[in-house]
């Protein structure tokens, strides 16, 4: 995190000293992306889709939605989604110059989940439509917009006033009750609802609104977080794992995983 913040303010001290913005790239992909070596250094947003592989020369990292990525591209880098994905991308050119030395002396990857998705996606549009202008104070606006969007994602990740509202207490308590229980194979819609004092419908909505998920499909991505980081981290045999994150059904659970993650838990493990 400190790391993250660090790049970040050197970044707009960096940006504050220049005439004009040096932006090379400010926009969504859909497909699999992948940068020559240049002397950029890139903000990407994983905003939505399937689980994808960075790589930074030989640095890599693992990106899903939500995930904020600093990366440089002197080394060349690229975004590979197991599937679908949407990818917000903001590159500025330092050939001229650079927020600090090491930009262009090794590979930079660097990630954050961050929580408040609609805000850092409109700046990124902000960003991309001053990007595309070509009139007026184009160059000061744009540069404006460029710090706004570095503001919120520093706000974002030293937990300050850009993140989203907090969430309402019943959305609060049915987060905590899945963190806790997540690992009982018993845990129903109904039980999560009882357990925030709501309604199973009301519950609903407030999931879509607030986490922009489901309640059940947030429990699965934790169980399936979760079995990742037993599958990395411990010599559990995947049946183990399996129980361990709520699954009764070691045979169930490969399948789940392998269409969560593209690849069947000894696959992962192997990896």
């Given amino acids: 995190m400190e790391f993250l913040c660090t790049i970040i303010d050197q970044t707009i001290v960096w940006i504050g000293e220049q005439g004009t913005v040096p932006v090379t790239f400010a926009s ?28 930074v020369g030989e640095a890599e990292a693992v990106s899903r939605p939500g995930c904020l990525s600093v990366l440089n591209a002197h080394f060349g880098n690229s975004g590979r989604p197991q599937g679908r994905w949407s990818y917000w991308c903001l590159s500025l050119d330092t050939a001229l110059s650079a927020p600090f ?31 595309r202008a070509r009139t007026g104070l184009h160059e000061l606006r744009l540069k404006c917009e460029v710090l706004l969007f570095l503001a919120e994602v520093r706000e974002s990740i ?15 308590a049915a987060v905590a009750y899945l ?8 845990v129903t819609l109904a039980h999560v609802a009882a357990a925030a004092g709501l309604s199973a419908p009301h519950l609903c909505r407030l999931f879509r609104n607030q986490l922009e ?17 037993l599958l990395r981290r411990t010599s559990q ?23 969560y993650t593209g690849l069947s838990p000894r696959q992962f493990r192997q990896q």
């Fill in 28 to 55: 969504e992909d859909h497909i699999p992306v992948q940068t020559d070596c240049r002397p950029y250094l890139e903000f990407g947003y994983h905003s939505a889709g399937d689980e994808a592989e960075l790589r």
């Fill in 101 to 131: 030395p090491s930009l262009a002396t090794k590979p930079l990857l660097a990630t954050v989940q961050l929580d408040n998705h609609r805000r850092i996606v409109q700046r990124y549009e902000a960003v991309e439509r001053q990007y």
């Fill in 158 to 172: 030293a937990g300050g006033a850009g993140l989203a509202p907090p969430l309402t207490h019943g959305c609060e």
């Fill in 179 to 186: 963190h806790e229980r997540f690992r009982s194979a018993d």
């Fill in 213 to 229: 998920i489901s309640p059940m499909k947030y429990l699965h991505r934790l169980r399936m977080d979760h079995a990742r980081d």
């Fill in 237 to 259: 045999n995947v049946s183990q794992v399996a129980y361990a994150v709520g699954y009764r059904d070691p045979l169930h659970f490969s399948r789940t995983f392998r269409a």
